[in-house]
């Protein structure tokens, strides 16, 4: 059973401080890694993509990937609490189309 | 720019009722098309995918089908709802990577 494995949380920061989040998945083959912001009652969405080894920055976002630990992570640099919301980590195979869901990381950003 | 709708946006059928919602994707042609379900408090679960018109693969064996008669339309059904399929059902799209960006959802209640 392929497996994508978050802390369910919840996690809380204050305003301006680092959030850190992360994810471990059980497939090795895996090729690509997703983040997404599910706000309460609203549907994912897509924040932050990485394919490979290393760190990927896109504004205040930072993802984090080690295939040979099988870890993905994502930074938010100075939190702000229109951050708070639940984090969900996917990771797909190579044709994409079976993408593995974490049951996500619930943030709360206290002002 | 691509827009998905879905409809209806919330739904109570009694146990027993058929079901039929609906997807529809703009500004894409050919999209790979998903129906996911979210369980209060849960992950994301691939129910199906299409990747043409047509052509369904399930993920889970359960009382739930799916149709792709257009090219950007796809339709979650049911003959018989249980309790259990009470969720959050979201439709997604991809054309190639990154990721994968999903509609408004329909939440769906039975009783």
């Known amino acids: 059973q392929k497996e994508v494995e978050q802390n369910s949380g919840p996690l809380s920061v204050p305003e301006g401080a680092i959030a850190s989040l992360n994810c471990t998945y059980s497939d090795r083959v895996s090729q690509s890694f997703f983040w997404y912001r599910q706000y309460s009652g609203k549907s994912p969405e897509l924040i932050m993509s990485?394919?490979?080894?290393g760190d990927k920055e896109d504004g205040r976002f930072t993802a984090q990937l080690n295939k040979a630990s099988q870890y993905v992570s994502l930074l938010i640099r100075d939190s702000q609490p229109s951050d708070s919301a639940t984090y969900l980590c996917a990771v797909s195979n190579t044709g994409g189309f079976k993408t593995i869901f974490g049951a996500g990381t619930r943030l709360f950003v206290k002002a | 720019s691509q827009t998905i709708h879905q409809w209806p946006a919330t739904l109570v059928q009694p146990v027993g009722s058929p079901l039929s919602l609906e997807c529809t994707v703009e500004g894409t042609s050919n999209p790979n098309l998903y129906w996911y379900r979210q369980a209060a408090g849960r992950g994301l679960q691939l129910l199906f995918y299409?990747?043409?018109?047509?052509?369904i693969s399930s993920e889970v064996p359960q009382n739930l089908s799916a149709s792709r008669p257009q090219d950007r339309q796809f339709i979650l059904s049911s003959k018989k709802l249980l309790l259990s399929d009470s969720g959050f059902y979201l439709c997604?799209?991809?054309?190639?990577?990154?990721?994968?960006?999903f509609g408004p959802g329909t939440r769906l209640t039975v009783l």
């Open positions: 299409s990747v043409g018109i047509g052509q």
């Open positions: 990485i394919y490979s080894n």
């Open positions: 997604a799209w991809s054309v190639q990577l990154p990721g994968q960006f």
